[in-house]
């Protein structure tokens, strides 16, 4: 059975860069059926969908967040990454990392992981 | 690219029926068949629901079915349960390798 898991703190200051790492247990991120994707929470509020990766290395950014987000993948630890710089207190959210089936639907989902952003 | 629109409510007894609209436009939900429908319950992971319009993943219910009409898609739960209550998202492709959520519908059981 497929299970994602994000880390990473769960505190960042503003203006700092947030990175955090998703680990694929049960499969194997290089499937050439599937995409990678971030997505986020703020509380209490609705979803945003952040960006995709592919597991080589094609990547797909949300224009409103594209100048500040980086995706990578490293096959090796079947594990993909997500930065995001210039952190402000809009960026607060629980993160989620999921599988992507091809077409924008994704499943599973990790259990989310959640980001603070303050001084 | 603006979020699809849903509504923020609805609501329904055991056994009935509610369906959830989620409007877009010629750009996303009316020129795509990549709409998604996710279940959120409190403090929880979203779970897929319906893909591509109307596929339900593995394990879904079939109480639970998806359709689209010009730039409206809609999630109809059918002999709904207790445990239908929760949060519902909607999604779509908007073209550009870009993807576009709904503002989330709380349905609740009655």
């Known amino acids: 059975q497929l299970q994602l898991q994000e880390s990473g703190p769960g505190l960042v200051k503003p203006s700092e860069t947030l990175s955090l790492t998703c680990t694929v247990s049960g499969g194997s991120i290089s499937s050439s059926t599937y995409y990678w994707g971030w997505i986020r929470q703020p509380p209490g509020k609705g979803l945003e969908w952040i960006g995709n990766?592919?597991?080589?290395?094609?990547?797909y950014y949300n224009p409103s967040l594209k100048s500040r987000v980086t995706i990578s993948v490293d096959t090796s630890k079947n594990q993909f990454s997500l930065k995001l710089t210039s952190l402000t207190a809009a960026d607060t959210a629980v993160y989620y990392c999921a599988r992507d089936n091809g077409g924008y639907g994704f499943d599973p989902w990790g259990q989310g992981t959640l980001v603070t952003v303050s001084s | 690219q603006s979020a699809l629109t849903q509504p923020p409510s609805a609501s329904g007894s055991p056994g009935q029926s509610v369906t959830i609209s989620c409007t877009g436009t010629s750009r996303d939900v009316g020129n795509y068949n990549y709409v998604s429908w996710y279940q959120q319950h409190p403090g929880k992971a979203p779970k897929l629901m319906i893909f591509?319009?109307?596929k339900r993943p593995s394990g879904v219910p079939d109480r639970f079915s998806g359709s689209k009409s010009g730039n409206t898609a809609s999630l109809t739960v059918s002999g709904l349960q207790a445990e239908d209550e929760a949060d519902y998202y909607c999604s779509s492709y908007a073209g550009s390798n870009n993807l576009i959520f709904g503002g989330g519908t709380k349905v609740t059981v009655l």
């Open positions: 990766i592919y597991y080589r290395g094609n990547t």
């Open positions: 591509e319009v109307s």
